[in-house]
């Protein structure tokens, strides 16, 4: 059964940075593409960036050049390194598989 646990978000202020995390299980994690997706309250799921299994990225336009993209193959986890975080970054996040995605993890921007 895939499981995927999102972590790291938290309340930060305008400017600041965090760093998420999504262990992932129940799969061969490195022989699949991997995405963060986003949901702010009355909004629809967002599309923030994915990875591939060969390590090519890509990132929605509002995220570009502010949020990173990363994984561990060895420890089964994917990560996205958001800096220069905004108001308008204030979502739930969601790392998925395919169609299957965690409990997600709450990033609120304010000051």
């Known amino acids: 059964e895939v499981h995927l646990v999102e972590s790291g978000g938290g309340l930060v202020q305008p400017g600041e940075s965090l760093t998420l995390s999504c262990a992932a299980s129940?799969?061969?994690?490195?022989?699949?593409?991997m995405s963060w997706f986003r949901q702010a309250a009355g909004k629809r799921l967002e599309w923030v960036s994915t990875?591939?299994?060969?390590?090519?990225?890509g990132y929605a336009e509002s995220v570009k050049g502010r949020f990173t993209i990363s994984r561990d193959n060895a420890k089964n986890t994917l990560y996205l390194r958001m800096t220069s975080l905004k108001p308008e970054d204030t979502a739930v996040y969601y790392c998925?598989?395919?169609?299957?995605r965690g409990q997600g993890t709450q990033v609120t921007v304010s000051s």
């Open positions: 990875i591939d299994i060969s390590g090519g990225t």
């Open positions: 129940g799969f061969l994690f490195a022989s699949y593409d």
């Open positions: 998925r598989k395919g169609m299957t």
